[in-house]
C-alpha cells in the first residue's frame, strides 16, 4: 500500500450533513431576517461554526455583539443537532462502507480529520460510533482548515507521519489543509473543481485505486 492511514473528512464525504446545515443556518438567518440561500451554503463547507455564521451575517444588517454571536451560533447548533437525529445508519452508503472495510482489511489506519465538534454524534448516528481508529474534530483544534491542524493532530493520534497519510475531502480549504500538512490528497464532490488534489474521485470507492502500489 502506497500509504500507512487514511484520514477522512466527514461531512460531505462519509456522510452528507450539507442539507441540515442548510436547514439549521436557514432557520437562524430567517430569525435575523438575513438572506441566505443554498449558494451561500456552500461556502460553508469545511468551515468552522463561527467563521460560517460570519458569512451568514454578511447578509445581515444589524450588528451582533460577540456575545450575541455565540448565542447565535448554539441556536443554529441546537436546531442541526435536533435534525442530525433523523440520521440513522440507512445514511451511511453501502459503497463507502463497503471501501472503509476493504481499506482497514489491508491495515491501514482509518481516522478522522473534521472541523466539527459533532463529529462523534453524527458518528454514533450513522453506526460507525466505534469505528475509526482515532478522530481528530472540531473539539480538539484551535485554527481551522485551510490550517493543516486537524489533519497533523489525527496523525499524531494514529502515530504516523504525514507523509504516510492520504486526506480524503470535500472541500477545497481541506485539500489545502491537508497539502500543508504533508500529505497527500484526494478531493471528492465539490473539492474536485480546484484542482488541488493528488487524487480526484468519482466516487468513493475510488479511493481503492489511489491506495494500491
Ligand atoms: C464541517 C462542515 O465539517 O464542520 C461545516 O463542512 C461546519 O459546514 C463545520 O460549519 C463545523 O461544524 P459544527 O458541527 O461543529 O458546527
Ligand atoms: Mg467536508
Redesign the pocket.
Known sequence: MKYKGIIF????VICS??HY?YLAWKALADRLGAYFDETI?NR??????M??LDIVLERYDGQLSEEEKLAA?EE??ST??ELLKQMSPADLAPEVKAALDWLRAQGLLLGIG??????KF?LERIGLGDYFDKIS??TNITR??PDPEVFLKAAAFLGLEPKDCLVVE??KA?VEAALAAGMDAAAIGDAVSCGLATYNLTRFSDLIDCVKD
Open positions: 473528512d466527514l461531512d460531505g450533513t450539507d446545515h451554503n460553508l463547507r469545511g468551515v468552522s461554526r467563521a460560517s451560533a443554529k447548533n442541526y443537532r473534521s472541523s466539527s465538534k459533532n463529529t453524527i474534530d472540531g481551522s482548515k470535500d472541500a481541506g
